[in-house]
């Protein structure tokens, strides 16, 4: 799945870099790995256990027999175990690299030298007891479920930590280039209790909160935030979006879903109403779990690439529900899955006096590798559970304020002994990392790094520690279109730094083709503090500007800026562009629950151009018009997340989220200067849609109405894109201005097969290819009150834009079809024009490119 953390990429592509100096010298860790073959056949055998006595560590090996085991703990057996064979167990030398291929025999029947196997039984989900009891535990799973309490109550207490994995220092002879560089980094090493590798922690975050539930008189949540604390190496970052980050990557996972959130993904899981036909379940074991006798039920993927788990349930026998006190969960090895060498997940579960089921621990690690060659990172989050209760709340107001999330007053600013409270250890690792990263600024390598980074996220360039002033938007600066030429822009924005509540934003552009200066200012009143720039949420504020730029018709890009130096490469020229003075005033108020109300006032001035006139059918030419507007605009979004830049723009950290948009725009003929009268609606709708072990479509839906005669740049165009690139909510094969409108319904559709079906193609499946499908369109009309030819008052279409009508009964579409993780980084996608492929100049398909970093 496409997900938005390229902010946090970067910050990974830092460590990975600095941990390219790491040493060419092993640290005390051994790895063990091998093939478990039938010691009658000789053929691998799939989903055996490997097991390291006395470290915790062990593995089931893939469908080709294969283990693979790191471990920095200390062993000296190996136990190995599977459904229908003997278990075995072999001393061995723990070393750096130790190649094992143990061999176990089939339970038979022994005739003096001969042994007598049982022919292979070939796997059936019928008259399966393992699948018969995962099918009990689905139908139970409501029976002793939390959720189905008026009350729910508990305590949270979350810990997220990112680390160099497998960190190497060498010796007092032969340091690593690393420790050569950072030479206290040896004072930070810990072992992980999971992995028993050799780590340092480079981000430490810690959460406490309070979460209520009530379903009466309806179905509510709130968490209570009630103490945030950060340390690490993403300090430049903005700290509530990278905490809303993390906290949605590495999200709890809950096994009784039919799908299972992991790092952005969907997942199957193993309690999921398809699970019988994506995985294969046996019994293969009975344990004690705090003195409860216990059936492991193992489970593994059919096809390893698919999104599924390897992994075991430990269900009580004595319970006829078939209660489960414990999850592990693992990925396939060969899981189509990037950059992730592998991931752990641990829940366990206990029952409360009335034999409701209760969480008590989730603990997951994901292990890392950017870049083959390099150190892995390390992440993990563990989540503590206590004060469980089913009383209402002691404060029922919580559920009447807005937001799941409650934040106290002061949440970052928690005295030590608070965070003692719940953890020995926690005060200890964040001061060890704060104190980390204050030695690494010292250093000019690290120092300059942060800078750079800084400015690839946020676009803007700070002008000091405690920058009053940051210049951008960089990739602004250089551009190039038809009428200006090339183009230089300089500008930039205030901080909170300079004042917390009021802010001064703007720019100042050259054209040296039409040799004209074009600019922006921007004063932005917020009534709320800020901790750093003006557009942090919830924005509650009043802002005055004026502009006065160029205006690309049919190119009015949502998610990029117009002069976005990327955007100047295109495949045709352009000439469909004007000037425009607006001058606005402009409320905008963002509730916690992600309702937002935006009041505008605007003046907007269209001047000609040399290459756009305005002549009416009368054959008078204006060199200018005027629409004064006022617009309403109200949005809804319930559960989004997004990632906060410094600009203003906000990037979307997943798109589970719908969002409802609903607009209106009133300009009464004969207001400052207005020769029309001016009433468009507009609504849209997008939401991301999951197909379990299927993919994802990302869907969005729009559409809008001029209700009143108006000059042709304040109709409906929909947007072409020009540039080799894939743009959202844009048409490739599209010319601007090919299509005016004055009612319109707009549809687009991206299907993230996820190698649904190149999983199954060899060559394909070993380069981790995946599909795309894109499917855009638009149903246009023009209606006989906005047709210059029958109304002469209104300015003629311009010539150069070979204006075309579209048939009732015919939208225009187009379609493409994607290869997906390229290098793990590249789409590339063929796209074809479906419909209305004779007009004049049209573009009937190309190969378009995208940067897209998935998992």
């Keep these: 799945m496409k997900i938005r953390f390229h902010h946090i990429l970067l910050v990974t592509i830092l460590l990975s870099w600095l941990g390219a100096h790491a040493a060419v010298r092993p640290f005390a860790s051994s790895r063990i790995h091998g093939v478990v073959t039938d010691s009658v056949t000789g053929e691998p055998v799939e989903f055996a256990t490997v097991f390291l006595i006395g470290t915790g560590r062990g593995e089931l090996t893939d469908e080709k027999g294969r283990f693979d085991i790191h471990t920095n703990l200390s062993f000296d057996s190996v136990e190995v175990s599977a459904m229908g064979y003997n278990t075995r167990r072999w001393g061995v030398i723990p070393q750096s690299d130790v190649m094992f291929s143990p061999m176990i025999s089939p339970i038979g029947v022994s005739l003096g030298e001969v042994v007598v196997k049982p022919k292979k039984e070939k796997y059936s989900k019928r008259n399966n007891p393992a699948v018969d009891m995962m099918r009990r535990i689905r139908r139970d799973r409501d029976l002793h479920s939390p959720l ?462 040399r290459y756009i006139g305005f002549t009416d059918g009368y054959g008078n030419r204006h060199s200018h018009y005027n629409m004064s507007s006022a617009t309403v605009e109200l949005r809804f979004a319930p559960g989004e997340k997004f990632y906060q830049q410094p600009g203003g723009a906000r990037k979307c950290i997943n798109f589970d989220a719908p969002v409802f948009t609903l607009s209106h725009t009133v300009a009464p003929r004969g207001i400052l200067g207005n020769r029309y009268t001016y009433n468009v609606t507009e609504a849209s709708f997008q939401k991301r849609f999951w197909l379990s072990a299927f993919g994802a479509i990302d869907a969005k839906i729009k559409g809008g109405h001029v209700w009143s005669s108006v000059p042709f740049p304040n109709l409906l165009i929909p947007n072409a894109n020009l540039s080799y690139t894939l743009q959202p909510e844009s048409f490739t094969c599209l010319n601007p201005m090919e299509f005016i409108n004055d009612s319109y319904v707009q549809w687009g559709m991206t299907y993230w097969a996820n190698g649904v079906i190149f999983n199954y193609i060899p060559l394909l499946k070993k380069l981790k290819l995946r599909e795309s499908i894109m499917f855009n369109g638009i149903f246009g009309h023009l209606s006989r009150r906005n047709d210059p030819s029958l109304h002469p008052e209104l300015f003629g279409f311009p010539a150069e834009a070979n204006v075309q009508r579209m048939r009732s009964n015919l939208p225009y579409m187009e379609a493409a079809f994607g290869v997906d993780n390229i290098l793990n980084l590249f789409r590339v996608d063929y796209v074809w024009r479906l419909t209305y492929r004779n007009n004049p100049g049209a573009c009937k398909g190309g190969i378009r490119f995208a940067l897209h970093i998935s998992l």
């Excluded at 909160?209 to 009630?226: A, I, Q």
């Excluded at 945030?228 to 009784?256: C, H, K, P, T």
């Excluded at 800078?451 to 951008?472: A, E, M, R, V, W």
């Excluded at 909170?496 to 074009?518: I, P």
């Design 148 to 609: 189905e309490k008026e009350n729910y109550n508990y305590r949270k207490h979350e810990a997220i930590s990112w680390a160099y994995n497998e960190f190497q220092t060498g010796d007092s002879l032969h340091p690593s280039a690393l420790v050569k560089q950072f030479p206290f980094l040896r004072g930070y090493v810990d072992t992980s209790e999971v992995t028993g590798k050799p780590i340092v922690n480079l981000i430490k975050r810690d959460k406490i909160s309070d979460f209520y539930r009530r379903t009466v008189p309806s179905t509510s949540e709130k968490e209570v935030v009630l103490g945030l604390r950060n340390a690490g190496i993403d300090g430049f970052l903005d700290e509530e979006s990278m905490q809303r980050f993390y906290e949605d990557v590495m999200r709890e996972i809950d096994i009784y879903a039919n799908d299972v959130t992991v790092l952005q993904n969907r997942f199957v899981s193993p309690l999921s109403a398809i699970a019988p036909d994506f995985y294969k379940f046996y019994l293969t074991d009975t344990i004690t779990i705090d003195s409860l006798r216990c059936a492991e039920l193992t489970f593994v993927p059919r096809n390893p690439l698919n999104k599924g788990f390897t992994g075991r349930l430990y269900v009580d026998i004595n319970d006829s529900t078939r209660f489960i006190n414990r999850v592990l969960l693992h990925v396939p090895r060969d899981i189509n899955l990037n950059f992730i060498d592998a991931i752990y997940v641990t829940q366990d579960f206990a029952r409360a006096p009335d034999s409701t089921r209760i969480k008590t621990r989730d603990d997951m690690v994901v292990e890392a590798r950017l870049v083959p060659g390099t150190p892995s990172i390390y992440v993990r989050r563990t989540t503590d559970y206590s004060d469980h209760n089913f009383e209402p709340a002691t404060d029922p107001s919580i559920f009447e304020r807005l937001g799941r999330d409650i934040t106290v007053t002061d949440v970052y600013n928690r005295e030590d002994a608070f965070w003692t409270d719940f953890s020995s250890d926690t005060s200890d690792a964040t001061a060890r990392v704060d104190s980390m990263v204050m030695q690494m600024k010292r250093v000019p390598l690290y120092y300059w790094s942060e800078k750079i980074l800084k400015i690839l996220i946020g676009g803007y360039i700070s002008t000091g520690s405690k920058s009053k002033f940051d210049y951008g938007p960089v990739l602004s600066t250089v551009s190039y279109n038809d009428l200006e030429g090339l183009r230089l822009r300089a500008g930039g924005m205030t901080t909170a730094n300079l004042l917390r509540r009021l802010f001064l934003q703007g720019y100042g552009a050259y054209g040296f083709k039409d040799r004209k200066w074009k600019y922006n200012g921007v004063l932005e009143y917020s009534f709320n503090d800020k901790k750093y720039h003006r557009s942090e949420f919830p924005i509650h504020s009043l802002r005055l500007s004026h502009l006065y730029d160029v205006d690309k018709l049919g190119q009015h890009y949502l998610f990029t800026s117009p002069d976005n130096g990327i955007l100047s490469i295109s495949r045709i020229s352009d000439k469909l562009i004007t000037y425009h003075r607006v001058s606005a005033l402009e409320y905008t108020l963002e509730l916690r629950n992600n309702f937002s109300t935006k009041l505008k006032l605007q003046h907007e001035r269209q001047e000609a151009s």
